[in-house]
């Protein structure tokens, strides 16, 4: 079984940087045809896309946050991580990482949903001085 654990601050102060790494258990992601995605849940929204990062290193990014999202990856570790720059306090969210098959993931950047593929728990982050 695929699980997935986000971690990282909890608390980031305006206009800094946002980094946050998702570790992945059960499976690798350099293998089978998924995407590795960040999502986040703003308090009293829904869910919105962030990007991903394919087991070929292929990467796309929300419009929205384009300029100021990258996301990476530590094979070594099974590990992908988000960075996300100058932030406000518009950032505070819960952010989820999830591994979502290639097959599904054009729906899934305009719908993310938990019925795909394979969720971490969430991590609450704050911004704020």
């Known amino acids: 079984q695929v699980q997935l654990q986000e971690s990282g601050p909890g608390l980031v102060k305006p206009s800094q940087t946002l980094s946050l790494t998702c570790t992945v258990s059960?499976?690798?992601?350099?293998?089978?045809?998924?995407?590795w995605n960040w999502i986040r849940q703003p308090p009293g929204k829904g869910l919105e896309w962030i990007g991903y990062?394919?087991?070929?290193?292929?990467?796309a990014y929300s419009p929205s946050l384009n300029s100021r999202t990258s996301i990476s990856r530590d094979t070594s570790k099974n590990q992908f991580t988000l960075q996300l720059t100058s932030v406000t306090p518009e950032d505070t969210a819960v952010y989820y990482c999830?591994?979502?098959?290639?097959?599904?993931?054009?729906?899934?950047?305009?719908?993310?949903?938990?019925?795909?593929?394979?969720w971490g728990q969430g991590t609450q982050v704050t911004v704020s001085s």
């Open positions: 999830a591994g979502v098959p290639l097959s599904r993931i054009a729906a899934f950047m305009s719908d993310p949903t938990k019925t795909w593929g394979y």
């Open positions: 059960g499976g690798s992601i350099t293998t089978g045809a998924y995407g």
């Open positions: 990062i394919t087991y070929r290193e292929n990467r």
